[in-house]
């Protein structure tokens, strides 16, 4: 069954140090996001990316985040200088319409 | 701006019993789909059901079911059987149809199954 993969599982940082979260979306879902979610709180959206573009963003995505798709089957978010506040688990998701989205397994972002 | 709310931060039940869990919703949208999501101790999102609000028939999936009433905006997820492996936080969400597709999520309900 195809699923969307996330690298790495967990990834510890130093504070003010740029981190690139990498997914690789189910192959033909056209619609991709990024959610976040902190220890013991709900899952919160930050980003959805259509057709090469992102397509609507929250407040929690400021300038310090970007997305990217480098190529036809990985989908990245960017987080620069990254704060102590930034550690949570981070969810990449796609979709094929606007029905369900298949999330990956998440990467863990511990800012030490 | 929608809003799901989850009442119920944590609930209990007996292995084989059946449980309800409670979501209410606000909108002001006619056309969305509602879901039901698991997460396990590994923190996977695992989707469990889903509802589009114009259907008026409540989505069932194996021992998985919703009553989902629209007046009320109320989405309620019912376990029968429960098994110990249904343990996990259950997170109620949104989506609109015009939306561009972001869900909102509620904030969880932890489950417990006891042997």
Known sequence: EPEVTQTPSHQVTQMGQEVILRCVPISNHLYFYWYRQILGQKVEFLVSFYNNEISEKSEIFDDQFSVERPDGSNFTLKIRSTKLEDSAMYFCASSSDFTEAFFGQGTRLTVV | ?115
């Open chain 2, 1 to 115: 701006a929608q809003t799901v709310t989850q009442s119920q931060p944590e609930m209990s039940v007996q292995e084989a019993e059946t449980v309800t869990l409670s979501c209410t919703y606000d909108t002001s949208e006619s056309d969305y789909y509602l879901f039901w999501y698991k997460q396990p101790p590994s923190r996977q999102m695992i989707l469990v059901i889903r509802q589009e609000a114009y259907k008026q028939q409540n989505a069932t999936e194996n021992r998985f079911s919703v009553n989902f009433q629209k007046a009320a905006k109320s989405f309620s997820l019912k376990i029968s059987d429960s098994q110990l492996g249904d343990a996990a936080m259950y997170f109620c969400a949104y989506k609109g149809r015009n939306q561009g597709g972001k869900l909102i999520f509620g904030q969880g309900t932890e489950l417990s199954v006891k042997p």
